[in-house]
């Protein structure tokens, strides 16, 4: 059996002194996209650095189809309806799998 490998992307935000404040990264797996590990520093927050990411990542992969799965893991989690509205407002759409969104 072969298997596909995974291909990565990282794309960070780092505050003067070269400290990470926000990154995601896309994963490439078998001719799907998914956006995992989206993170902003608790200090930085509600400042717009995760969607500026996002965007930029969805920029560098527009002709292709994306999944991510809403999952709120910080140390400040969203509620899931919170989360899922900021996806949407970046044209991600719920799927067949409950907590899987699509765009």
Do not use: C, N
């Not at 490998?5 to 994963?27: M, N, Y």
């Not at 989206?38 to 527009?62: C, D, N, P």
């Amino acid at each position: 059996m072969t298997r596909t490998p995974t291909i990565t992307t990282r794309l960070q935000l780092d505050d003067a002194k070269g400290e990470p404040i926000a990154h995601v990264t896309v994963s490439h797996r078998s001719g799907v996209l998914w956006l995992t590990d989206v993170w902003t520093h608790s200090e930085h927050r509600k400042q717009g650095y995760a969607r500026q990411l996002i965007t930029q990542a969805l920029g560098m992969f527009a002709d292709q189809s994306w999944y991510l799965e809403v999952y709120p893991y910080t140390d400040q989690p969203l509620d899931f309806e919170r989360l899922t509205q900021f996806y949407q407002d970046l044209g991600f759409t719920a799927t067949d799998v409950p907590g899987v969104m699509k765009r």
